[in-house]
C-alpha cells in the first residue's frame, strides 16, 4: 500500500495556474499507474489525467487536455500542472494509485485503490 498527500491547491482567478503535488510513502510509484480525479459537489468523482510511471505515458479527460500537464520528478513525486484555468475546473482534487496495467481502466476511479485526502481547488470568474 503507498500513502498519498496531495498539496498545492488554492484559490485562482479564472486563467491562472496552479501546481498540484502527489507524495507517495510507504511505496513507490514505479509499478503504479498515478491518476488524479476531481469531484465538485453533487457530483460523480471525474478523471482527469493519469500518469503510467514506467512508461511516462500520460492520459487526459479531453476537458483538460492542452492545459494540464501531468509529470515526476522521482518515484516519489508527481505533478500536475494546471493552466488557463476556468470556473468549471472547481472542484476537489484528489491523488490515486494502481498497479493494474490495463489502460481501458486508467481513468476509472473504481480501479483506484490508494487515495489521498484531497485538495481544493477554486477557480473564480
Known amino acids: 500500500q503507498v500513502q498519498l498527500v496531495e498539496s498545492g491547491g488554492g484559490l485562482v482567478q479564472a486563467g491562472g495556474s496552479l501546481r498540484l503535488s502527489c507524495a507517495a510513502s510507504?511505496?513507490?510509484?514505479?509499478?503504479?499507474?498515478v491518476g488524479w480525479f476531481r469531484q465538485a459537489p453533487g457530483l460523480e468523482r471525474e478523471f482527469v489525467a493519469a500518469?503510467?510511471?514506467?512508461?511516462?505515458?500520460t492520459y487526459y479527460a479531453d476537458s483538460v487536455k492542452g492545459r494540464f500537464t501531468f509529470s515526476r520528478d522521482n518515484v516519489y513525486t508527481a505533478y500536475l500542472q494546471m493552466n488557463s484555468l476556468k470556473p468549471e475546473d472547481t472542484a476537489v482534487y484528489y491523488c490515486?494509485?494502481?498497479?493494474?496495467?490495463?489502460?481501458?481502466?486508467?481513468?476509472?476511479?473504481?480501479?483506484?485503490?490508494?487515495w489521498g485526502q484531497g485538495t481544493q481547488v477554486t477557480v473564480s470568474s
Open positions: 490515486a494509485a494502481t498497479t493494474t496495467s490495463a489502460e481501458k481502466y486508467y481513468s476509472d476511479y473504481r480501479y483506484y485503490f490508494d
Open positions: 510507504g511505496r513507490t510509484f514505479m509499478r503504479s499507474v
Open positions: 500518469l503510467a510511471v514506467s512508461s511516462g505515458n
